[in-house]
């Protein structure tokens, strides 16, 4: 039986376009997505992260009858994305499908955020060092790998609030990326809200092949949510962007315990005065500000908490 080509489609895309450009090629790809960028540093031996301005996204796609209407849609995306940032040509190779799998794979590098955290495939767990929290996300699911500025700053600020036992909320869950890694650094219990049905998917798929589904539950929608007491959160997560974290405030302020931390990402500069005064008017005090690009992330505190012992 003679083999059916895919079609291989790769471009480079500054790092605040990586999930919405993977979300598109996963959408219309349909075999995987690959997000390439340098790993394999070590934080505990005082090394720092390599400057990540930008990162090769790869799909395939196999050419079965039609498939010329989903190669024409990625281009009409990849053209609406450049006329917000400057991208290269769109480049295309045909590949055979038995170079198909091992292609894709190989293009997925593992990343190490803050001191212990290791994002990587399920394929390249012998990675791992034996102090190493391993999250383990498929990128062919696209909902955050924690390549994005805001993904990779939330877990490193949730990796030093983190104390074994918290009660943790993840508020637009996503791949599960957070509520995975907070479960595996300790949490007794992680909740997540998703409004977007595909990534509430993505993720229980990702909870499960992590082997966290016992301490971590999602539900479809937002806040508020009846499973989410008010007050139950001790550590918040919530990375969605500046609209919807201003219009959630009061929710955010709500659901977070008396001494509890917020850590609020997916903030452009340009909106950060706009989240400031929501979240401000809800009764929220900022501890920690972080900009990494044009992204500002906060971790808040309800206003007259003391700090977590």
């Not at 690959?34 to 090394?47: K, V």
């Not at 091992?102 to 955020?113: S, V």
């Not at 290791?118 to 390549?147: K, N, S």
């Amino acid at each position: 039986m003679a083999e059916h080509p895919w079609l291989e489609l790769k471009i480079r895309v500054p790092f605040e376009f990586v999930e919405p450009v993977a979300e598109l090629f996963r959408r219309y790809g349909k075999g995987g997505v690959a997000i390439e960028e340098a790993g394999g540093w070590n934080p505990d031996e005082g090394e720092s992260p390599p400057e990540r301005q930008s990162a090769i996204i790869r799909t395939y796609m196999p050419q079965t009858p039609g498939y010329r209407r989903n190669r024409e849609i990625v281009h009409i995306g990849i053209q609406l994305v450049g006329k917000l940032t400057d991208l290269p040509e769109l480049e295309e190779r045909e590949i055979l499908e038995r170079e198909w799998e091992d292609a894709w794979k190989a293009h997925f590098t593992p990343l190490r955020i803050g001191k212990r955290l290791l994002v990587q495939p399920p394929w390249l767990r012998e990675e791992a060092g034996p102090d190493d929290v391993v999250i383990e996300i498929d990128p062919g699911l696209a909902f955050g790998t924690g390549h994005h500025p805001t993904t990779n700053r939330t877990l490193e600020c949730m990796e030093r609030l983190m104390r074994p036992g918290l009660q943790v909320l993840d508020v637009g869950s996503g791949s599960g990326i957070l509520s995975i890694g907070a479960a595996k650094l300790g949490a007794a219990r992680v909740l997540g809200v998703e409004i977007d049905r595909v990534a509430l998917k993505a993720g229980r798929v990702n909870v499960r092949s992590n082997s966290v589904s016992g301490r971590v539950r999602f539900y479809a929608g937002t806040l508020p949510n009846e499973k989410i007491p008010t007050g139950w959160a001790e550590l918040l997560l919530a990375n969605v962007n500046s609209v919807a974290l201003a219009n959630l405030a009061p929710e955010l302020r709500r659901a977070l315990a008396p001494e509890g931390r917020l850590v609020a990402a997916g903030i452009l500069q340009e909106r950060r005065q706009q989240v400031v005064d929501a979240f401000a008017a809800a009764g929220l005090s900022f501890v920690e500000e972080h900009h990494d690009g044009d992204w500002v992330t906060f971790v808040c505190a309800p206003e007259g908490s003391s700090p977590p012992s």
